[in-house]
């Protein structure tokens, strides 16, 4: 789905390092680099990539406090001022003089999630495979054809709780991005096979195969009125810079859309006379 990743993880590596953000590359992941990295599945990309910088930017801030560039009293982590390029190349150039170690690798790891025993029900007391819970509500207005059962999302608003979001415009986008795909997935994506019964085709044969066949969202199935809230009250201890995973769990508050539609032929039906 795509998390921004690598745009969040410049904003982390510039706030860790203070420095400025154009001074910051993103590589792509490969095992050179972290020998044994964990997928970023379930959207805990951030999570897993964004805490590798904190014990470089602790080996410099000795340095930074003997060449005066813009280290707080008492030289605590994240009270620095942020550098100037210029700065940044004095305080890099003066760090590689004095032999200090330019590199750093992080590893993360989900707290808890290594002692999980599959044998035990998911109810037992120390069964705690996740870190923390990513919660959101949603509001939808359809108006649906019950004739020819064409409808359309005239409505959502949209709450999603994202911690203390690292890049807002980026979790918005994906907030939206997630809904209009779960959208789909609870209303018109739907994967038909060739059965048994059909002479002349093999059984299990994909029919949905196509844009024709199966349904996806495009950009006229956007709700003409659309608001997107990040819940502003949350800090979530368990992730970098208190923020929680965004990508795929927005995808069920699509749900709205589903229950919407049911609501609404509930509605029609109760106002429709039964025929005699």
């Known amino acids: 789905m795509g998390q921004g990743l690598h745009i969040k993880l410049v904003q982390i590596a510039a706030a860790a390092l203070r420095c400025p953000i154009g001074k910051i590359r993103v590589a792509d992941s490969a095992s050179d680099k972290v020998p044994n990295p964990s997928p970023t599945a379930a959207s805990v990309g951030s999570d897993i990539n964004g805490m590798a910088c904190e014990k470089l930017a602790a080996r410099l801030r000795p340095l930074r406090r003997s060449l005066g560039l813009g280290a707080a009293d008492g030289g605590q982590e994240g009270t620095e001022e942020e550098l100037s390029a210029s700065q940044w190349d004095k305080l890099i150039k003066a760090a590689y003089m004095q032999r200090v170690d330019l590199c750093a690798k992080g590893f993360y790891i989900t707290p808890n999630v290594a002692a999980y025993d599959w044998k035990l029900p998911k109810s037992a007391p120390q ?9 959101g509500a ?8 019950c004739a020819t059962g064409e409808w359309s999302l005239r409505a959502a608003r949209l709450l999603m709780d994202v911690g203390m979001s690292l890049s807002p ?32 085709e093999r059984p299990g ?15 006229l199935d956007v709700p003409e009125d659309w608001q997107v809230t990040l819940w502003p009250c949350s800090r979530n201890g368990a992730a970098v810079h208190n923020s929680k995973a965004v990508g795929e769990p927005p995808m069920y508050l699509s749900g709205a859309v589903f229950f919407a539609l049911k609501a609404a032929l509930r509605a029609a039906s109760a106002t429709t006379s039964a025929p005699g």
């Open 169 to 200: 415009a980026i979790d918005v986008g994906q907030v939206e991005g997630a809904f209009i795909q779960g959208m789909g997935m609870f209303t018109t994506e739907e994967l038909h096979w060739v059965d048994g019964n059909t002479p002349g």
């Open 205 to 219: 044969t994909l029919l949905s195969n196509n844009p024709h066949t199966y349904l996806v969202p495009g950009a």
């Open 127 to 135: 069964q705690n495979m996740y870190a923390y819970h990513t919660c």
């Open 138 to 145: 949603a509001l939808a207005e359809v108006e649906l054809d």
